[in-house]
């Protein structure tokens, strides 16, 4: 629904040999008609200098916060991963892959997407990323399409 959504994230990580990550991610938002948490285990695992794995898999609680009858409990699992190649130095490419449903209860709220892209870092301040994915909303239709994006970004 309209409006902004406020909340606390918190995260907890440790570090193994320096180049593996692993840990624990909550948030807690509040909105009009609903509040709700996401709580998950995450990871970033190294393998070398030029190739990591980024994972995370989160829980969702949503609930009503208004008594308005067309909004329900609403349990759900997001997951994501990424896969980044360092080619060369200020060059990545690499592969995503996302899966949620939003509702346990309720197949329309499945999400599904596959991508692949290259992040740039030419100077210090500037990042580009540029993104490709296939993509399939179950509530807007039952075959994936594609999206294409990119980024360009400055920052202090």
Not at 62 to 77: A, F, H, I, M, W
């Amino acid at each position: 629904g309209p409006g902004s959504e406020s909340g606390l994230a918190l995260r907890e990580e440790f570090h193994i040999a320096k180049q593996h990550q692993f840990g624990l991610s909550y948030y807690f938002g509040k909105k009009n008609a609903y509040s709700r948490n996401v709580v998950g285990p995450f990871a970033v695992v190294s393998f070398g200098k030029e190739l990591s794995w980024l994972a995370e898999l989160d829980a969702q609680f949503r609930r009503p916060t208004k008594s308005d009858p067309t909004l329900g409990k609403e349990n759900g699992v997001f997951a994501y991963n990424n896969l980044d190649w360092e080619m060369s130095r200020g060059i990545h490419g690499y592969l995503v892959q996302e899966m949620g449903q939003r509702d346990l209860k309720d197949a329309a709220t499945q999400h599904q997407a596959f991508g692949l892209g290259t992040e740039l870092f030419p100077r210090p301040h500037y990042h580009i990323n540029a993104s490709w994915r296939l993509e399939k909303n179950e509530l807007y239709s039952e075959k994936f399409g594609q999206t294409w994006w990119m980024v360009l970004h400055y920052y202090l």
